[in-house]
């Protein structure tokens, strides 16, 4: 990778990652520096959505270690909790918590974890959720609203944290296409913003537009890395031109 | 959570892992740490004991107390005849078990069951479950096993033991039919759509999507309540059956030494504690199918 000037983020070094006798993840490495964006593609079951688990500490590594600014985060000894108030995760089928209205999901982090006065941070709620559309649903439940509109209230939760670094978990892929457009919108103006991000996708168009760097894993391990140009223009690796003749065929329309 | 232990997992493919330095350093740390909880945990349980002993023990009555309650020789007397009569609890939590789990499965269906014809049914349903959840089963005991035989209506049976099922059963399948309909209120309306969209009646949906689901997630709670039956089979001795607990009654009648109770006690105690492991057993169990897994 070229433009790792600056410290990364997020760094991972030989991780390994097994469910019984499945290794899930195999000697994957990975950098990603400040303000950029990362799209982890592949199919189903290569692996894309244990990285972003693994990084964020919801499944624990065998093998390997990984990084967070700089501070080993695998080792026994980090407090976990610590290590996740630092990092925003988007899930696929959201994960709102659906007896909490959309501003209560979004204050819960900032009063309870982080001690911000309620005031204050359904004052920081009201205005994100503005940012993103979604300023007259605050008292909405979940429930209630279109899976754009609960993906897009997800984003918001994440972000109230002011997140060092933001996972996105598939996040259009529990959505209709007509939805699709407005939650990678969203994403877009994050990474204007220089929000740091590493995403799992399936959206090729979208990938391409947006990732500064394109990893693509296929039964485990990462098989190609680079540019978004150079995996999608050029690919080195044949596994890779396989996997982009297959899809980008049937997906070319997208945004 | 997994890794400490067992060696590293068996790979299928032609993956030549070695486990590196750094997990065998991560795992020696967490086998250590796991080593200094266990022994907190057995240290602070045995600092428990201790003070708990001591505090009974140096209690001005406690030589008393140990006598009228902790003979030797009354327990050694009382521990035959208390078996004996705990035969009679077993049958009791058996016959009425199975009567309790088809009475309170029909109540909930009933409940259950939607259109105008059926709402003499339901309402039946709903009285019969409030009423006998409220009622104190002891009240309803009496009631029964003292009410019935005061009638003195033929064909009809005095035995204090079959009375005394059968008020049990009346007030444990009203908590039961609770727990199904909970159940299978519990099983999303789509099974329900899914089911009747394949072609299958009201009936069939009930029989062979919804209720499997019902009693599957309820089978932690019904344990539960079957737990609780088997305790409450001792109160049948209010109508002179000679249970368990009646049996060690008869001896502190007689001797004015509490001892038996103690050990009436323990032997419920000792027949709920499987059942109440098991209970644990089933819902760790459930609630393992169905997590997704993490290290949460």
């Known amino acids: ?255 | 959570m997994t890794v400490t232990k067992g060696e590293p997992a068996r790979d299928d493919t032609e993956d030549p892992y070695v486990p590196s330095a750094r997990r065998t350093e991560r795992e020696a740390y967490k086998r250590a740490r796991a080593r200094r909880a266990t022994a907190v945990a057995a240290l602070s349980t045995l600092v428990t004991g201790v003070v708990l002993y001591l505090l009974v023990v140096n209690a001005p009555g406690w030589p008393r107390t140990k006598e009228t309650f902790f003979d030797r020789g009354y327990a050694r007397e009382a521990f035959p005849v208390v078996l004996r009569g705990l035969w009679l609890n077993l049958r009791l939590l058996l016959v009425c078990g199975a009567a309790v789990l088809v009475l309170g499965m029909l109540l909930a269906v009933a409940r259950t069951l939607r259109g105008p014809v059926f709402f003499p049914l339901r309402a039946l349903a709903a009285a019969y479950t409030d009423f006998f959840r409220g009622l104190p089963l002891i009240i309803n005991l009496m009631i029964v096993v003292l009410g019935v035989p005061a009638l003195r209506l033929t064909g009809v049976t005095v035995d204090p033991v079959l009375l005394g099922g059968a008020a049990l059963t009346l007030t444990y399948s009203a908590y039961v039919a609770e727990v199904f309909r909970a159940g299978i209120e519990s099983v999303h309306p789509s099974q329900r759509a899914a089911a009747r969209s394949l072609g299958l009646t009201n009936r069939q949906a009930l029989r062979h999507v919804v209720l499997p689901q019902a009693v599957r997630r309820q089978v932690p709670p019904l344990l539960n309540d079957l737990v609780s039956l088997q305790k409450d089979t001792g109160l049948v001795s209010i109508g002179g059956a000679v249970d368990a607990v009646r049996a060690a009654d008869i001896i502190v009648g007689r001797s004015l030494n509490y001892t038996p109770y103690i050990v009436a006690g323990l032997v419920f105690v000792a027949l709920t504690i499987p059942m109440t492991r098991f209970t644990d057993w089933v819902t760790a169990r459930t609630a393992r199918r169905r997590a997704q897994g993490g290290a949460l």
């Not at chain 1, 004052?123 to 503005?130: D, H, P, T």
């Not at chain 1, 439940?141 to 918001?156: C, E, H, K, N, T």
């Not at chain 1, 994050?190 to 990732?211: C, N, P, Q, S, Y």
């Not at chain 1, 296929?218 to 190609?224: I, L, R, S």
Request: aromatic share 4%; charged share 30%; with cysteine.
């Open chain 1, 1 to 255: 990778m070229s433009r790792v000037s600056d410290a990364p983020v997020l760094r991972m070094e030989s991780v390994r990652k097994t469910f019984g006798s499945t290794v899930v993840l195999r000697d994957v490495g990975l950098e990603v520096a400040p303000h950029t964006v990362t799209a982890l593609i592949g199919a189903s079951g290569s692996g894309k959505s244990t990285l972003l688990r693994c990084a964020n500490l919801l499944e624990e590594i065998d093998d390997g270690a990984i990084w967070l600014d700089g501070e080993e985060i695998t080792d026994p000894r980090v407090d976990q909790d610590a290590v996740r108030r630092r990092i925003g995760v988007v899930f696929q089928a959201y994960n709102l918590f659906p007896h909490m209205t959309v501003l209560e999901n979004v204050t819960l982090a900032p009063r309870r974890v982080h001690g911000v006065p309620r005031a204050e941070a359904e004052e920081r709620a009201r205005e994100l959720l503005g940012r993103l559309g979604l300023g007259g649903k605050a008292e909405e439940y979940p429930d209630r609203l279109s899976g754009g509109q609960q993906q897009r209230a997800a984003i918001v939760r994440a972000l109230a944290v002011r997140p060092r670094l933001l996972l996105l978990d598939e996040i259009t892929a529990a959505l209709d296409p007509e939805l699709v457009g407005e939650v990678l919108a969203v994403v877009r103006g994050l990474k204007d913003e220089g929000m740091t991000m590493v995403l799992a996708t399936h959206e090729m168009g979208f990938a391409r537009e947006i990732a500064d760097q394109v990893c693509f894993l296929d039964a485990g391990a990462v098989v190609e890395r680079g540019t978004a140009e150079e995996v999608f223009g050029n690919p080195r690796q044949e596994r890779t031109r396989r996997f982009l003749r297959r899809v980008v065929g049937t997906d070319a329309g997208r945004p």
